[in-house]
Nanobody
Framework: QVQLVESGGGLVQAGGSLRLSCAAS????????MAWFRQALGKEREFVAA?????????YYADSVKGRFTNSRDFAKNTVNLEMNSLKPEDTAVYYC??????????????????WGQGTQVTVSS
């Protein structure tokens, strides 16, 4: 059973930065697909970023965060990090880390992931 533990959420002013971390346990670290989703109050859960293996580490981002967020792996710490810069009030949401037991084609779909963290709140004030 894979367990995901998230950290790094909090309150930040617009234009500030936060780094979310997702630590995986219960398995040996490997190049399984991992992703971040978020859900704002009253809205559907949406894809934020993913990191997969395709002859090397490949990252994907939603258009809404491209250029501001950076998704990366830290193999030494067995974590995936989401560096969030130039935060906007519309980034306010609960952020969820997800991992896949095996690779699927649709990395942007929540149905492609098997394990989920508990979520961490990110609040960006004006």
């Amino acid at each position: 059973q894979v367990q995901l533990v998230e950290s790094g959420g909090g309150l930040v002013q617009a234009g500030g930065s936060l780094r979310l971390s997702c630590a995986a346990s219960g398995r040996t670290w490997s190049n399984v697909p991992m992703a971040w989703f978020r859900q704002a109050l009253g809205k559907e859960r949406e894809f934020v970023a993913a990191i997969v293996w395709s002859g090397g580490e490949v990252t994907y981002y939603a258009d809404s965060v491209k250029g501001r967020f950076t998704n990366s792996r830290d193999f030494a710490k067995n974590t995936v990090n989401l560096e969030m810069n130039s935060l906007k009030p519309e980034d306010t949401a609960v952020y969820y880390c997800a991992a896949a037991a095996y690779r699927r084609n649709s990395y942007w779909r929540q149905e492609s992931y098997d394990y989920w963290g508990q979520g961490t709140q990110v609040t960006v004030s004006s």
